[in-house]
């Protein structure tokens, strides 16, 4: 019996690529459309709009080995704002969870809420992170299951401060406080103890501008281990992205990037491509 052949993540890439930007000039009409609207609540905004990335690498680490659609929705109001952001890969992956045992994991997703408020350049803002899949130490995850043993929620709370106009250096920490971020059990293995580890984040990054290409080298470490970033405290995200926004149209542009990306801990290296909508 002949097997059905699938597309490859490539080509499905390739082709939301198109059709994406096919589907600017209507893009650009809407956009039009709703200038009036978005003046008239000067004090409220709405915001949505899509990245589409040919793989999904967050803070050093590849989740899900594929292209994937980055989606997002947002509400903003003096200073405050609440908002969605979810990835989902193209393709299938496999997880090595032993020498010899490597599992199918499907398709990634995952799915975050967030709130913030930001003042003076300084950000404070609360994240969920929910991963469906069994990416995360707990497995077959339900999304109303907040109990903290079980959850497969993690929670971040995190600082940000975005620079001065003439010295552009971004800075961020954040802690996973609650959910699915566990410490060592009594062998030594990150994530399947019953506490918290609260594991934590540092980054710094410096934006700047080249002849009409944003710039903005970065790099960030862990102060100790996590089943999220590493067995160990060092630096687990270093690079550099380039960004540049194409004019489509007299009305519209296509912002798109390109990063390179390294976790020195992990021996890992990755380029990145992604547009935004």
């Given at each position: 019996?002949?097997?059905?052949?699938?597309?490859?993540?490539?080509?499905?890439?390739?082709?939301?690529?198109?059709?994406?930007?096919?589907?600017?000039?209507?893009?650009?009409?809407?956009?039009d459309?709703?200038?009036?609207?978005?003046?008239?609540?000067?004090?409220?905004?709405?915001?949505?709009?899509?990245?589409?990335?040919?793989?999904?690498i967050?803070?050093?680490?590849?989740?899900?080995?594929s292209?994937?659609?980055?989606?997002?929705m947002?509400?903003?109001?003096?200073?405050?704002?609440?908002?969605?952001?979810?990835s989902?890969?193209?393709?299938?992956?496999?997880?090595?969870?032993?020498?010899?045992?490597?599992?199918?994991?499907?398709?990634?997703?995952?799915?975050?809420?967030?709130?913030?408020?930001t003042?003076?350049?300084?950000?404070?803002?609360?994240?969920?992170y929910?991963?469906?899949?069994?990416?995360?130490?707990?497995?077959?995850n339900?999304?109303?299951?907040?109990?903290?043993?079980?959850?497969g929620?993690?929670?971040?709370?995190?600082?940000?401060w975005?620079?001065?106009?003439?010295?552009?250096?971004?800075?961020?920490?954040?802690?996973?406080v609650?959910?699915?971020?566990k410490?060592k059990?009594?062998?030594?293995?990150?994530?399947?103890?019953?506490?918290?580890n609260?594991?934590t984040?540092?980054?710094?990054?410096?934006?700047?501008?080249v002849?009409?290409?944003?710039?903005?080298?970065?790099?960030?470490?862990?102060?100790?281990g996590?089943?999220?970033?590493g067995?160990s405290?060092?630096?687990?995200?270093?690079?550099?992205?380039?960004?540049?926004?194409?004019?489509i149209s007299?009305?519209?542009?296509?912002?798109?990037?390109s990063?390179?990306?390294?976790?020195?801990?992990?021996?890992?290296?990755?380029?990145v491509?992604?547009?935004?909508?």
């Amino acid at each position: 019996m002949a097997m059905k052949k699938t597309a490859s993540p490539f080509k499905s890439f390739i082709l939301v690529v198109l059709l994406l930007i096919l589907s600017n000039g209507v893009n650009a009409q809407l956009q039009d459309e709703n200038k009036v609207e978005e003046k008239s609540a000067s004090t409220a905004t709405f915001s949505a709009g899509a990245d589409l990335v040919s793989r999904y690498i967050w803070r050093g680490a590849d989740y899900g080995n594929s292209p994937a659609v980055q989606p997002s929705m947002a509400f903003s109001v003096a200073g405050f704002k609440a908002g969605f952001w979810g990835s989902y890969g193209l393709g299938q992956y496999s997880k090595q969870v032993d020498d010899s045992t490597l599992v199918n994991m499907g398709n990634y997703a995952e799915f975050d809420f967030f709130l913030s408020y930001t003042m003076k350049g300084f950000t404070l803002m609360a994240y969920d992170y929910f991963v469906p899949n069994p990416l995360n130490p707990n497995f077959d995850n339900k999304y109303y299951n907040f109990k903290n043993s079980t959850t497969g929620h993690t929670v971040e709370v995190c600082l940000s401060w975005a620079g001065l106009e003439k010295f552009p250096l971004q800075l961020f920490a954040g802690t996973l406080v609650y959910g699915a971020d566990k410490g060592k059990d009594s062998t030594g293995v990150y994530g399947t103890s019953s506490d918290n580890n609260f594991s934590t984040y540092f980054e710094a990054a410096y934006q700047f501008n080249v002849k009409g290409f944003g710039v903005k080298p970065f790099i960030g470490g862990i102060p100790f281990g996590s089943s999220w970033y590493g067995p160990s405290g060092g630096i687990i995200n270093a690079g550099l992205t380039v960004s540049k926004s194409i004019q489509i149209s007299k009305e519209y542009s296509l912002p798109v990037f390109s990063s390179v990306i390294t976790n020195p801990q992990a021996g890992s290296v990755f380029l990145v491509f992604g547009i935004s909508l």
